[in-house]
C-alpha cells in the first residue's frame, strides 16, 4: 500500500512570491492535514481538510490556505512568502473513522530567499 | 488546548541496550489519544506507537512499549534492544476530538543517538 506522498520534495522560492505544496493520501484516508516544522518551533498544525472541507485551521495567517479534492488529495497554498515561511511542510491523512490516527508523508522543504 | 512537554533535547544509548525517552502532557479533556513519532534524518515521521486514554493497558508494539499514567500525565517510550536505526527525533504528541479537530499537539522532540 503506497503511504503518503508530497511533492515537490524541495522548493526555492524569493519574498512575495507565491507556492503551491501538494499532498496525496493514502488510498482509502478522507482527512488531510497540513503541518509546518520551523527551526526553532517545532511542529504546528496548519490545516485540517474533511471530506473536501475544510475544517480547521491553526494560528496562521490567511495568506495560507488550501483545498481538497474530489479525490481527497489536497494542496497548500501560502502566498506573499515571507523568510519565516521556510520551513519542512508535512501532510498527514488519517481514516474516516480514526482521524486522530495521522500518516505522514516525506515534506517539502521550502526555502525562501 | 493541550501541551506537550519533552524534557530531554538528546539521550543516547547502547546499541542492544534499552533506554526510556520521557514525556509529560496536559489537558482538560477526558477522551484523547497519546502517541509517538519517529523522524529519522530522512524527515520521513514514523508512526512508532499510539495509545487510547481510556485503555489503561500499555501500548506495545515490538520493541517499543510506553509507559501510560494517566493520573501523573505521563506517557513514556521504552526502546527495547536499541537498534542503529532507531537513531532520529522522537516526538511526543497528542490529540482529542474537542471542537471536533483531531490535529496533533507535538512536544518539542528528542534526540536519540544510539552507540554501536
Known amino acids: 500500500e503506497a503511504g503518503v506522498t508530497q511533492s515537490p520534495t524541495h522548493l526555492i522560492k524569493t519574498r512575495g512570491q507565491q507556492v503551491t505544496l501538494r499532498c496525496s493520501p493514502i488510498s482509502g484516508h478522507t482527512s488531510v492535514y497540513w503541518y509546518q516544522q520551523a527551526l526553532g518551533l517545532g511542529l504546528q498544525f496548519l490545516l485540517w481538510y474533511d471530506e473536501g472541507e475544510e475544517r480547521n485551521r491553526g494560528n496562521f495567517p490567511p495568506r495560507f490556505s488550501g483545498r481538497q479534492f474530489p479525490n481527497y488529495s489536497s494542496e497548500l497554498n501560502v502566498n506573499a512568502l515571507e523568510l519565516e515561511d521556510s520551513a519542512l511542510y508535512l501532510c498527514a491523512s488519517s481514516l474516516f473513522r480514526s482521524k486522530e490516527t495521522q500518516y505522514f508523508g516525506p515534506g517539502t522543504r521550502l526555502l525562501v530567499l | 488546548a493541550q501541551t506537550v512537554t519533552q524534557s530531554q533535547p538528546e539521550m543516547s544509548v547502547q546499541e542492544a541496550e ?6 509529560t502532557y496536559d489537558t482538560s479533556e477526558s477522551d484523547y489519544y497519546l502517541f509517538w513519532y519517529k523522524q529519522p534524518p530522512s524527515r520521513q515521521m514514523i508512526l512508532v506507537i499510539r495509545q487510547e486514554a481510556y485503555k489503561q493497558q500499555n501500548a506495545t508494539e515490538n520493541r517499543f512499549s510506553v509507559n501510560f499514567q494517566k493520573a501523573a500525565k505521563s506517557f513514556s517510550l521504552k526502546i527495547s534492544d536499541s537498534q542503529l536505526g532507531d537513531a532520529a527525533m522522537y516526538f511526543c504528541a497528542s490529540a482529542y476530538s ?19
Open chain 2, 18 to 23: 534499552t533506554v526510556t525517552l520521557s514525556c
Open chain 2, 98 to 116: 474537542g471542537a471536533g479537530s483531531y490535529q496533533l499537539t507535538f512536544g518539542k522532540g528528542t534526540k536519540l543517538s544510539v552507540i554501536p
